[in-house]
């Protein structure tokens, strides 16, 4: 079974400060997918990236960027000098069955709360 | 793009009717959705997958004849919660598969919070 542990349950900057959500997962799958989503007040869940088992290469998009570590299991994400905007939960997800259209296993979330 | 939308977003109704929620797929097909059910300050629960033309498949301990699950379009899938009661309240997320790039990746809706009274 999979499982995916955010160990920071909250997490408190303040503006233009950097800050890592760092993600763990366990998996029995040699294939299998990451996801990043952001879920801000409102409530909806919007999707931040997709990375699959075979490809460990670090991404950055804009302020923000993702460390994909096959050896550790990890696969943290960094916001760099962050804004009032980024405060919301953030959820690390993977899948199940080694394909990317498996279910989806969430993490806890962390909760950014960034003070202007 | 890859909307999906939510309807209604919010409901409020009292105890021992039946709500529908709709979900739908503005600008892409889904065979498959998902239907999730979030309480306060939790992670998101997986309670049923939704498949056009065939029926639900119901994750481990969620009623079927409690939240009913039609998927009749390519677009729209409905959760209907017969005969709410207070417990049952909560948020309700849905989320479509798209498939882009080779690989698929789920969308999700914006959500409906409801209060059974």
Redesign the interface.
């Known amino acids: 079974a999979q499982k995916v542990t955010q160990a920071q349950t909250e997490i408190s900057v303040v503006e233009k400060e950097d800050v890592t959500l760092d993600c763990v997962y366990e998996t029995r799958d040699t294939t299998y997918?990451l996801?990043w989503?952001k879920q801000p007040p409102?409530?909806?869940?919007?999707?931040l990236i997709?990375r699959?088992s075979f490809d460990e290469q670090n991404e950055i998009s804009g302020r923000y960027s993702w460390n994909f570590q096959k050896s550790t299991s990890s696969f943290n994400f960094t916001i760099t000098a962050s804004q009032v905007v980024d405060s919301a939960v953030y959820?690390c997800v993977t899948n199940a069955g080694g394909?990317?259209?498996g279910?989806?296993t969430?993490?806890?979330?962390t909760?950014l709360t960034v003070h202007p | 793009g890859a909307v999906v939308s939510q309807h209604p977003s919010w409901v409020i109704c009292k105890s021992g009717t039946s709500v529908k929620i709709e979900c739908r797929s503005l600008d892409f097909q889904a065979t498959t959705m998902f239907w999730y059910r979030q309480f306060p300050k939790q992670s998101l629960m997986l309670m049923a997958t939704s498949n056009e033309g065939s029926k639900a498949t119901y994750e481990q301990g969620v009623e079927k004849d409690k939240f009913l699950i039609n998927h009749a379009s390519l677009t729209l899938s409905t959760l209907t919660v017969t005969s709410a009661h207070p417990e049952d309240s909560s948020f309700y997320i849905c989320s479509a598969r798209k498939s882009s790039g080779g690989a698929e990746t789920q969308y999700f809706g914006p959500g409906t919070r409801l209060l059974v009274l």
Do not use: A, H, M, P
Request: hydrophobic share 35%; charged share 15%.
């Open positions: 997918y996801f989503y409102s409530g909806e869940l919007v999707f997709r699959n959820f394909t990317s259209y279910k989806l969430f993490g806890q979330g909760i």
